[in-house]
């Protein structure tokens, strides 16, 4: 065959391969702007678009979503009687309904925490995480993104080195993508001791997962009686006494008993997913899950989304708890970059008289990222919603406050990333006096911040920051 031949038959094959493709988006059904998306870049962007979908569309991700599902089954048939505590919270109107969009999207019931206690910054989170560590007598397990070699990922290396030699069990999952200086040398001290250490879905050539399906979870559990979560990182830039003044400011949580629960069961679905040798027994149940005694407390409810789950849990609670707000809705983000659906919930919050409050970074830790936000507090700033920078620092909180039905605490950002293609978990609290705290920070926080103006005069900087705009679905 000469090259004129071996063209068309290139062409040929490859319209055909564009046409089943286009079939098969059309059938699996997903929104017109996703699937106008990937037709038009078949035609514009011929070979490369092929190759883009093959490695990252919807396919793959179906496979990854069906290996998870055997992980997520491996747990959850034999913890389905783990999570029967003593007594459920009575909750009042508001906070029933909440928690009912979150049950019905099988997060679990509200459940009573012995004891909640709210980390304000990175140092009170070392140490609270600390003293975990060290009282461990059974079990130790840490999920983190971002979990860097400095010197506060070496040094809590260490402590979990330390636990394991005497006899604790030790279990690490880290991001691979968000954790790209981690390799074996520096885990060697750890695994020596006994402790396990995985990568949560390594990138490989053949096998390339870029931004999708990672584990932005940053939370920790021992021995099943205390829990951690929120977004503070295992990295020199959550600690003030490592970077100063320069300290991202952050919010954490520190919750005791039967919540702790359904974090574990998190935990150990990823953990078994990325290839972790965890087998639960009638035997070694409770240990892992300890029984609950407290019948009361502070009411939590532990809320989790992923890409293998299509309801987007989070995505839903977090838009209910915003549409059905009567006085106040408070939100501390990182990365403000909602979807049509959740802007026009927030813009219709304030034209029905709530306070709605927003306090973003002024400069984020992604350029791209900032870039986008921007457009969004442009818009939302001229809607009538307060929009406040904060910093420098970096902001790197995720909170939100909802009258004084709830109060939430989390790991996920308010992006359609969070939503939709990281893991994420949530802990949002039915309680007031924890509302109220997490109210007094958020205040304290708008006390050092400036309202989001206008920037004029500044056109090159606009148009690149609505280019960056285009690309918010996967920001």
Request: proline share 5%.
């Amino acid at each position: 065959m000469d090259a004129l031949q071996w063209f068309w038959l290139f062409v040929v094959s490859y319209s055909l391969w564009v046409i089943v493709a286009c079939v098969s988006l059309l059938l699996e059904r997903r929104s017109p702007t996703a699937t106008l998306a990937w037709i038009f870049a078949f035609v514009a962007i011929p070979v490369f678009s092929g190759i883009y979908y093959l490695m990252f569309g919807p396919r793959r991700l179906h496979r990854r979503r069906r290996r998870y599902s055997v992980a997520r089954r491996s747990v959850s048939r034999n913890v389905s009687g783990a999570d029967d505590g003593p007594g459920r919270p009575e909750l009042n109107p508001d906070a029933a309904g909440l928690a009912a969009v979150a049950r019905r999207l099988e997060q679990g019931e509200a459940t009573f925490a012995s004891a909640v206690t709210l980390l304000d910054d990175g140092d009170a989170t070392m140490k609270a995480l600390e003293q975990g560590i060290l009282e461990a007598r059974h079990h130790v397990h840490f999920e983190y993104y971002i979990w860097e070699p400095d010197g506060v990922g070496t040094h809590f290396r260490d402590l979990l080195a330390a636990a394991a030699k005497r006899g604790v069990e030790v279990r690490v999952l880290y991001d691979a993508m968000g954790s790209p200086n981690m390799n074996d040398k520096f885990w060697a001290p750890l695994r020596e001791a006994g402790g396990e250490v995985i990568a949560f879905n390594p990138v490989r050539l053949l096998r390339i997962t870029f931004g999708n399906f990672r584990t932005h979870r940053k939370i920790a559990i021992c021995d099943g009686l205390a829990g951690f979560l929120g977004g503070i990182n295992m990295h020199e830039p959550a600690s003030a006494t490592r970077s100063g003044k320069n300290a991202w400011r952050d919010q954490h949580v520190r919750i005791d008993g039967e919540p702790v629960h359904r974090i574990q069961r998190l935990f150990l679905e990823n953990w078994n997913y990325s290839g972790g040798q965890f087998k639960l027994s009638a035997g070694n149940l409770a240990k892992y899950f300890p029984p609950a005694h407290a019948a009361r407390g502070v009411p939590v409810q532990i809320i989790a989304s992923g890409p293998d789950d299509t309801t987007a849990p989070l995505y839903a609670f977090f838009l209910t708890a915003i549409s059905t707000a009567r006085k106040r809705i408070w939100i501390e983000t990182p990365y403000l970059i909602p979807d049509e659906p959740l802007e026009t919930a927030l813009r219709i919050a304030d034209l029905r008289g709530v306070d709605v409050q927003i306090i973003v970074p002024k400069e984020g830790d992604s350029k791209l990222v900032t870039a986008a936000s921007r457009t969004y507090c442009e818009s939302m700033r001229k809607a009538g919603i307060e929009i406040y920078e904060y910093g420098p620092p970096m902001l790197h909180a995720k909170t939100m406050v909802i009258d004084e039905t709830v109060g939430i605490v989390g790991t996920a950002n308010l992006d359609n990333r969070s939503f939709r293609l990281n893991f994420e978990v949530a802990a949002a609290f039915y309680d007031k006096e924890v509302v109220e705290q997490l109210a007094k920070v958020f205040a304290t926080d708008r006390a050092i911040a400036r309202h989001h103006k206008r920037r004029r005069g500044r056109r090159l900087s606009a148009l690149l920051e609505s280019l960056a705009r285009l690309a918010s679905p996967v920001l």
